[in-house]
């Protein structure tokens, strides 16, 4: 049997401890049954996890941001308690779709959108397709560099690979079991973050269908239009960087920075690609600063 992106953890098990689990709710749109945190009252922060995580992984930054701003952060498709209907639902464009349709369904138009990794390329292209108004963006280490030259396709096609291989996965969320192995996963972003953090990590990675989902998203994800379109991006970027991230490279903001010139760059010393996990009061205060600076 193969794995479904639909297979999602089971939020009467896993969900009853989650962090902010008080501002947890399910909302509803075409394909998607989505798991979001909503917190605060204010001005509206949309917070976008990336690759691999959910919105555990503002579980100490979004109550700090929900002090002033509702903050609302969705689990994206395929990512934790999030159900989609579509194994499509994974790539860069399809992602747009349903977070516009989410918001829609919230009617909520966001003062200011911060996406960590992969969550910061959704967080451009809702921008630069006119969705999210004059709202700066924060980029958080975000993964907005393509895979280079003949290693792409390869790359791609063996994420897919592995997406439809219930094997593979199986074999993945085995490993998971072992906690040690999850420690040295996520210490190779260059991050080190609190047990807390590690044990839901591994609760997801340990999930077949968070798997399958994460790998699904890699394997589809292709960041050559964007890329070729953020030079035409006139709403307010803010490229927030950990110098010690290995997962993705200080380079790739600069290089960003070439194509946007009004962007602006904040070195974060001693932090890895996790650096809202590891120093969220730090990244909460970039954030309330630049939403209450505002366009």
Do not use: C
């Amino acid at each position: 049997m193969s794995t479904s992106v639909a297979d999602r953890p089971d939020w009467a098990v896993e969900g009853l401890d989650w962090p902010n689990r008080a501002a947890s709710r399910f909302v509803e749109t075409p394909g998607v049954t989505w798991h979001i945190q909503d917190q605060g009252d204010g001005p509206t922060v949309l917070l976008l996890h990336g690759a691999g995580a959910a919105t555990h992984s503002w579980r100490d930054l979004l109550p700090l941001l929900a002090s002033s701003f509702r903050v609302i952060a969705p689990d994206l498709p395929g990512h934790g308690f999030t159900r989609s209907q579509s194994r499509q639902d994974l790539s860069l464009p399809a992602m747009t779709r349903h977070v516009r349709a989410l918001l829609e369904a919230l009617k909520v138009q966001p003062s200011l959108v911060a996406g960590h990794s992969a969550g910061a390329a959704v967080a451009l292209r809702l921008s630069l397709d006119g969705l999210l108004g004059p709202a700066p963006v924060v980029s958080i280490n975000g993964a907005l560099q393509p895979f280079a030259g003949m290693v792409a396709p390869v790359f791609q096609g063996l994420a897919m690979g592995l997406f439809a291989n219930p094997l593979a996965v199986r074999l993945f969320t085995s490993s998971a079991q072992d906690p040690a192995r999850v420690r040295r996963v996520l210490e190779g972003t260059g991050s080190r973050i609190d047990e807390r953090g590690l044990d839901l990590y591994g609760r997801l990675f340990r999930n077949a269908g968070h798997v399958a989902g994460t790998l699904g998203m890699m394997g589809q994800w292709d960041l050559r239009t964007l890329r070729r379109d953020l030079g035409r991006l006139t709403t307010p970027l803010h490229l927030v960087v950990g110098a010690g991230d290995l997962a993705v490279p200080p380079s790739v903001a600069r290089g960003v920075l070439e194509t946007v010139a009004h962007a602006q760059i904040m070195t974060l010393t001693g932090l890895g690609h996790l650096a809202h996990e590891e120093r969220p009061d730090l990244v909460a205060e970039i954030i309330r600063k630049l939403a209450e600076k505002g366009p």
